[in-house]
């Protein structure tokens, strides 16, 4: 795909200062920039770049005024991160903006899409399954049985959605990634075997939700495993049967929530923190990564370690933790003077 200066101003709503029909094809970084590729300057410490770069197009912001000539073309808009990330987001929907249904894949009978649908070689719609407008599922998909699907949805490549899972407008679901699958349950008998325990329930995920490349999230036992709207999931992340993960709330890689555990509203939760079972955590906490956290959690608790302590005191018990190598010297070295005037 090829886009002029012209036509990136006319989406950006800036003004092109040098070759308006300069073609481009590709992003760069600044420093990396070659000919045929777009890239932008919003930090001010790479303006020195601007001067060496290769790259045909550069973002700007309205007020940079080059100091010397410049052999890229500029577009200058008000702001120029912005305006990058917009030109992003517009090269991802013409890139994934496929239509129509490639062979050989399965469709049931029984299951109906909308407007602008794709559907990948070797993907699999089941019974009853219901698919709304612009939504693309990418080769090797598993869409199984009453699967709901909203709008504008994308399935990548090799993510398996198991029977009755919902999912609303505007969601992404990532590579190998795996939504509906039966969560851990078993009870042990007094064999000490353990029997299945059926997990009838199913996973709703609300709208503009995305979740990472090999995450899994588990249907409930009774009921709904649930990610309300915003959520954000990184790539391999286990959210466990009747979890469910408030509004807007953010959880990096690696991380393991177990069951019925509810995650409040616009929480931050860092990198392999593991979270036990049937807990409740409340509004805006945020976890540092690595935190084991097994008790309940109120609103705006910042927490870090393994069990996980209130963050302030997490860093003063450090201060001494670092030190106890030395502490311990001391004390011996109290002890000694303390048994040697005994021995007097």
């Known amino acids: 795909m090829k886009f002029t200066a012209t036509q990136i101003a006319g989406i950006l709503e800036g003004e092109v200062e040098g070759n308006p029909q300069i073609a481009v094809h590709k992003l760069s970084k600044i420093e990396e920039g070659e000919k045929g590729s777009l890239t932008f300057l919003a930090n001010p410490k790479y303006t020195s770049y601007i001067y060496s770069t290769k790259a ?24 120029a991160y912005k305006s990058f990330s917009k030109l992003l987001e517009y090269y991802n929907q013409v890139k994934n903006n496929k239509v129509g249904v490639e062979n050989p894949c399965y469709i049931s009978e029984s299951a109906s899409y909308g407007e602008g649908f794709y559907l990948g070689a070797f993907a699999y719609l089941g019974e009853n399954v219901k698919i709304g407008d612009n939504v693309k599922v990418y080769p ?56 299945k325990v059926p997990q009838t329930g199913n996973v709703i995920i609300e709208d503009n939700v995305d979740v990472g490349a090999g995450t899994t999230i588990d249907r409930a036992t009774l009921g709904s495993t ?62 540092q990564a690595q935190s084991g956290i097994g008790r309940n959690v109120k609103d705006d608790e910042v927490l870090q370690g393994s069990p996980a302590l209130n963050y302030g005191d997490f860093n003063k018990s450090y201060v001494h933790f670092k030190n106890l190598p030395k502490l311990a010297n001391q004390i011996s070295n109290i002890e000694k003077k303390v048994e040697g005037e005994q021995t007097k």
């Open 56 to 79: 045909s197009i550069t973002i700007v912001n309205k007020d940079f005024v080059p100091e010397q000539s410049v052999s890229t073309t500029l577009i200058k808009v008000d702001d």
């Open 226 to 287: 649930i990610l309300r709207k915003g959520v954000k999931l990184d790539n391999q992340i286990q959210i466990a049967h009747n979890v469910e993960i408030g509004e807007h709330t953010a959880i990096a890689a690696q991380t393991g929530v177990a069951g019925s555990t509810k995650i409040g509203k616009n929480c931050l939760i860092g990198g392999q923190v593991g979270i036990v079972g049937h807990i409740t955590i409340g509004d805006r906490v945020r976890i």
């Open 140 to 195: 090797n998909a598993y869409i199984g049985d009453n699967v709901s699907i909203g709008d504008n949805v994308i399935v990548f490549a090799g993510a398996k959605i198991y029977s009755e899972t919902i999912i609303g407008n505007n969601c992404v679901i990532h590579g190998g990634a795996i939504i509906g699958a039966d969560g851990f349950g078993f009870t042990p008998n007094s064999d000490g075997e353990y029997s």
